[in-house]
């Protein structure tokens, strides 16, 4: 008999979302790994053996034993795409949209995203942080474990440092697993009006000031990369300039890359990331078949956001289903954000997915799971219920997982685990 430090057991469902270490691409998208019945051993925070209760039962004793009492066990969430640090509120512009006024239009005439940098550049470090903490503590309850986050709503120097120290902070203090990404190319700030002259002072001031500040910080200290994003769209930065900003991230700052492309205007920006090797590619609403079979045979990312679509009241969404039959590495995220996509729920996203790109359960949670935890480069160690993985856990108030999907609108989980402890519900809530 061996010894745990914990034991989950009674799983009506143990959904593993385990690939062999590999990312999940088509027809292997529709195995979600369920173990009837199942049970997991848990020690020092990480996953030491899945099998069966009876199996586990029989191998490991431990102090604690968390009984799952028929319901359902899925892995921690990951998303792998947010902007959840930011002040101030774009109610006003929900307002204009639902009058007839257009996304872009508003960015255009100095809203939108530019509105949040004005209230972001205005905030305090302790004001963005206390925001983001509730907002993140929401994510949790929604079953999220793993979350990216950007900077972007400073683009300045300055308040561009100050996101990225708020997301370090908020990294300590919350049992989130939190991934850092800079994104001073989100979109041209006023104050320097012109494309290449603001990518260039990207170049040469932010980027050496970012990764200063970052090497400062705990996050940099336990090895969590720091990656790079740029905004690929008609009116914000053109394919050669956003290739540009990455290649000077990836080969003078060593950094991860990625890039929002074809949200609303196909500029070629997913063939041009994947050429530069890039994590992910994130919308992909416009791309073109050619362009998503190009994706498709690399090892990049494509990472569907279609909370935006349904946000934005749109009816076309991103051709997921060409892209997992073509072969693709596919994920889905929430791109929580104040205008594009005012959601925090990987489930409500799951929801989506399955409806309007037409995906399969299976698919939409190993989209949410294993294949996001490849899209942040993180896939050793969170996004499946393997032994050797972070003990990252989620129990559902229902004995078959698809419910989590099925249903919408509220949250069907009943407990997160994060490193083998109890992260969610918080004993003060
Ligand atoms: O991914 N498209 C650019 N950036 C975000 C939106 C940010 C915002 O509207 O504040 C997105 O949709
Ligand atoms: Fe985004």
Not at 101 to 117: F, K, Q, V
Not at 385 to 403: F, N, S, T
């Amino acid at each position: 008999m061996q010894t745990a430090d914990t034991l989950i057991i009674n799983a009506a469902q143990l959904v593993t979302c385990a690939g062999g270490g590999q990312p999940k691409r088509g027809a292997d998208m529709r195995e979600a790994g369920i173990i009837d019945g199942g049970a997991v051993a848990i020690t020092g925070g990480q996953i030491i053996a899945v099998g069966t209760t009876d199996d586990i039962r029989a191998a490991y004793q431990a102090d604690q034993i968390i009984d799952a009492n028929g319901c359902a066990v899925v892995p921690g969430l990951v998303d792998p795409h947010t902007h959840a640090v930011f002040a101030g509120s774009r109610l006003d512009e929900f307002e204009r949209r639902i009058a007839g006024a257009t996304y872009m239009e508003i960015l255009a005439a100095g809203g939108g995203i530019l509105s949040t940098m004005r209230a972001t550049r205005a905030a305090t470090p302790d004001a963005l942080t206390g925001s983001a903490t509730r907002r993140l503590l929401r994510m949790l309850a929604c079953g999220t474990t793993t979350v990216e986050i950007k900077t972007g709503y400073g683009l300045d120097t300055a308040s561009e440092v100050k996101m990225l120290n708020v997301i370090a902070e908020i990294a300590e203090r919350l049992p989130l697993n939190i991934v850092p990404t800079f994104m001073g190319a989100h979109a041209i700030p006023p104050e320097q009006p012109d494309m290449k002259a603001y990518a260039a002072h990207i170049m040469d001031d932010m980027l050496p000031a970012i990764h200063e500040a970052y090497r400062q910080t705990a996050l940099a200290a336990r090895g969590v990369r720091l990656a790079a994003d740029v905004f690929c769209e008609e009116g914000v930065f053109d394919a050669a300039t956003s290739r540009h900003l990455l290649r000077a991230a990836r080969d003078k700052w060593r950094m991860p890359i990625k890039a929002h492309v074809d949200e609303f205007v196909n500029l070629g920006g997913a063939a041009m990331a994947v050429e530069l090797g890039a994590l992910s590619v994130d919308h992909l609403d416009v791309t073109p078949q050619d362009e998503l079979a190009f994706l498709a045979k690399s090892e990049t990312v494509g990472v569907m956001l279609p909370a935006v679509n349904f946000n934005l009241g749109n009816d076309h969404y991103g051709d997921a289903r060409f892209l997992i039959d073509s072969g693709g590495i596919m994920a889905l995220s929430t791109d929580y954000n104040p205008g594009s996509a005012p959601t925090l729920s990987q489930p409500m996203v799951m929801a989506l997915a399955c409806r309007y790109q037409r995906l399969l359960p299976a698919e939409a949670l190993n989209a949410c799971t294993i294949n996001a935890a490849v899209a942040l480069g993180m896939a050793d160690r969170v996004g499946s219920l393997e032994a050797g993985k972070q003990a990252d856990i989620v129990i559902l108030d229902a004995d078959d997982y698809r419910a989590m999907i099925y249903e919408f609108g509220d949250s069907i989980v009943k407990q997160v685990i994060i490193k083998g402890v109890s992260a969610w519900p918080t004993t003060s809530s």
